[in-house]
């Protein structure tokens, strides 16, 4: 099993920053990628990014690409999302998972996930 905590959500104005981060224990393994979804209310969870820890690389949503920036700390074991010039849109639950997804941007794809943190960005 794999546990996934997540912090750092929080109120901030339209165009504020905040540093998310995901903090894993268990069995991680380090060919599972990791991937921040977001749930606003009344929508689906949706891809926002993923950190590809075998090949990398990361990968960004459109909507969030040149704002968010993903990065890690192996000796924690985490990995954060810092963002940055925060719209009211990016209001949602933040939630991070892991596993083995076939699919990269599918939240159906993924086995494990941390509780979500909620970010609200006032206009």
């Known amino acids: 099993q794999v546990q996934l905590a997540e912090s750092g959500g929080g109120l901030v104005q339209a165009g504020g920053s905040l540093r998310l981060s995901c903090a894993a224990s268990?069995?991680?393994?380090?060919?599972?990628?990791t991937a921040w979804f977001r749930q606003a209310p009344g929508k689906e969870r949706e891809f926002v990014a993923a950190?590809?820890?075998?090949?990398?690389?990361?990968i960004y949503a459109d909507s969030v690409k040149e704002r968010f920036t993903l990065s890690r700390d192996n000796a924690e074991n985490t990995v954060y999302l810092q963002m940055n010039n925060l719209k009211p849109e990016d209001t949602a639950v933040y939630y991070c998972?892991?596993?083995?997804?076939?699919?990269?941007?599918?939240?159906?794809?993924?086995?494990?996930w941390g509780q979500g943190t909620q970010v609200t960005v006032s206009s």
């Open positions: 998972a892991t596993g083995v997804p076939a699919r990269l941007k599918f939240a159906s794809d993924y086995n494990y």
């Open positions: 268990g069995r991680t393994h380090s060919s599972f990628p």
């Open positions: 950190m590809i820890w075998s090949r990398g690389n990361n």
